[in-house]
Structure formats: structure tokens, C-alpha cells
């Protein structure tokens, strides 16, 4: 069966270049396809950017959405990246335990 990874990116074109390496260093690793439709994923990855407006927000809405698919599926791996991830990672894991 294969295993299938979702990525949302948000901000600059630096981002959109780390999330095309994530996905292939995630299918060369471990055989991770794309989806565009989170609820098919075993992975699912938003890669942040904080220069966008109300980048936190955005992040935890977003991650309050995909906590209601990990609640059907525990074993899917949810996984934050970029500069929020690096500015507020400390919050994030205080705010959304279920981040992998």
C-alpha cells in the first residue's frame, strides 16, 4: 500500500523549494506520494512563513483541523516546519500536543 503525504506551504519561495525537497526526500526515504487531499495522508506537513500576516493564527487554525483527522487516525504523523515552527515551537507543542 502506498504511503501518501500531504504538504501545505504558506509564504515565500523559499518555502515552496523546502517543501518540494521534503517530498522527495520523503519518497526516496520511505515512498511518501503526494496527495493534494489531506484526509488520503499518513503525513501530513505544513511548512510555515512568518512575514505573512497573523502567521500563529493561521498555523493553529490549521492545525485544529487536522487534529480532528488525527483523532480518526492516530497513527498519522502531523509535522510543522519553517519559521514558525522555529520562532514558536515551544508554543506550539504547549498549544497542539498531537504535533508530532
Known amino acids: ?3 501518501k503525504l500531504h504538504i501545505k506551504t504558506w509564504g515565500c519561495q523559499m518555502n515552496e523549494y523546502d517543501s518540494s525537497k521534503m517530498a ?3 519518497d526516496a ?3 511518501y506520494q503526494l496527495t493534494e487531499v489531506a ?6 506537513l505544513l ?7 497573523k ?5 493553529f487554525h ?10 480518526k487516525n492516530p497513527d498519522l504523523i502531523i509535522g510543522v516546519g519553517g ?3 522555529s520562532q514558536e515551537g515551544d508554543h506550539i507543542r504547549q498549544r497542539a500536543h498531537y504535533v508530532d
Do not use: P, Y
Not at 484526509?39 to 501530513?44: C, N, P, S
Open 1 to 3: 500500500m502506498t504511503k
Open 62 to 71: 490549521q492545525l485544529g483541523r487536522w487534529k480532528l483527522l488525527k483523532e
Open 24 to 26: 522527495d526526500l520523503l
Open 83 to 85: 519559521c514558525v515552527a
Open 47 to 53: 511548512n510555515t512563513c512568518s512575514i505573512r500576516e
Open 55 to 59: 502567521a500563529q493564527e493561521k498555523v
Open 39 to 44: 484526509e488520503e495522508a499518513d503525513v501530513l
Open 29 to 31: 526515504t520511505h515512498g
